[in-house]
């Protein structure tokens, strides 16, 4: 096998302004392993949040493709990562996510069978996927809340934590307004204190925000597990469930966690997850970082064991690179086609990073 490596910007449509920052674009890598003449390609994008820049990931996935050469064929490579063989203990998840992306997309196009196919589905997953408002005015919020519930969008995930907490309860109260029928999500990244979230879950459950994600700063999961004990809303931890331990630690005691790829290592892990917290009153979610249809298209064929689905990353995109998940009507889909089922479309040489 031969593995290797492209690096593009992805600009998105506007600013998305968290409760930590604002971003307006990002990279990502692409790699790409061949094998007798068929392809398979898997994404990694940089995050601040977890110390990831472009050149970290290319030179990370460099040495996956120098360690992918040894092996006859990817089933082999697709084991061998599985088994802790292939990635160092020190190899940030969301390099081995996309290696593991990488030799799905490659075993299954060999195999000519799509990916929920090979890890037991019959039929392609189709989900609501959740659509992210971020922190932004009033009138904006009502009128993107507005377009995407005409748009087919069933839910929509508000950010809050903005300074003043009152314009979060009021971009809420104005989505809701232009929205009447969607479900609501609320994500403060962190941004509460436990007094503040006390004082203001009530209220949002009055709004009929269905659930809440890491109301509280990472790093003390008893907290969150006490908050999510009292609670008048489902709580779902996000960062403060990274990996399989951390989760096992919260099973039982949030209402929900939520899993991306890129945190805990791509789709394997994911299932290694769903399976711990299955019966424990603990639901998974599956989200993402903002990132094309490459790197949303693994989760996407595992997002109907979820109960909550959060994969517009794509859709933040001024212009996604590749194609096949959908998602502008308020489904994502998973592709009939063998691998992950997405293609790519032209990429201009001014989104070559």
């Avoid at 996309?98 to 997953?125: I, N, S, Y």
């Amino acid at each position: 096998m031969k593995a290797s490596r492209r690096t593009v910007r992805l600009d998105l449509t506007e600013p998305l302004r968290i409760s930590r920052s604002t971003m307006s674009a990002r990279d990502a890598v692409w790699l790409t392993v061949e094998h007798e003449g068929v392809a398979g390609h898997g994404e990694a994008v940089t995050s601040v949040y977890y110390r990831l820049d472009a050149e970290t990931l290319e030179g990370l996935l460099a040495a996956a493709g120098t360690q992918l050469a040894r092996f006859s064929a990817p089933e082999s490579a697709l084991e061998a990562l599985r088994a802790g063989e292939l990635a160092g203990d020190g190899t940030p998840p969301a390099v081995t996510a996309a290696v593991e992306a990488a030799l799905l997309d490659l075993v299954g196009k060999r195999a000519g069978r799509p990916l929920h196919r090979l890890l037991g589905a019959v039929e392609a997953p189709v989900v609501a996927t959740a659509r992210t408002i971020g922190i932004t005015s009033l009138a904006h919020a009502s009128a993107q809340a507005r377009c995407l519930a005409a748009s087919g969008f069933e839910v929509i995930k508000v950010k809050a934590g903005a300074p003043d907490p009152e314009d979060d309860v009021e971009r809420v109260r104005v989505i809701r307004d232009a929205a009447p029928r969607a479900r609501l999500l609320l994500d403060p990244n962190g941004a509460w204190t436990t007094a503040q979230a006390d004082n203001l879950l009530p209220r949002f459950a009055d709004l009929g925000v269905e659930a809440v994600e890491q109301p509280l700063a990472p790093g003390d999961p008893e907290t969150l597990g006490a908050l999510a004990e009292r609670s008048p809303l489902p709580v779902i931890a996000d960062e403060d469930a990274v990996d399989l331990e951390d989760v096992r630690r919260l099973a039982g005691r949030v209402q929900g966690v939520n899993v991306k790829l890129a945190k805990c290592g791509g789709v394997h892990p994911a299932l290694r997850i769903a399976e711990l917290i299955e019966g424990s009153g603990t639901d998974l979610m599956l989200g993402c970082l903002t990132a094309s249809s490459l790197g949303l298209a693994p989760a996407v064929h595992l997002a109907d064991r979820a109960r909550w689905a959060d994969l517009d990353g794509h859709l933040l995109l001024a212009h996604d690179p590749w194609t096949g998940i959908g998602g502008e009507d308020g489904f994502v889909r998973a592709s009939g086609l063998p691998g992950l089922g997405v293609e790519l479309r032209e990429v201009s040489r001014a989104d070559v990073a």
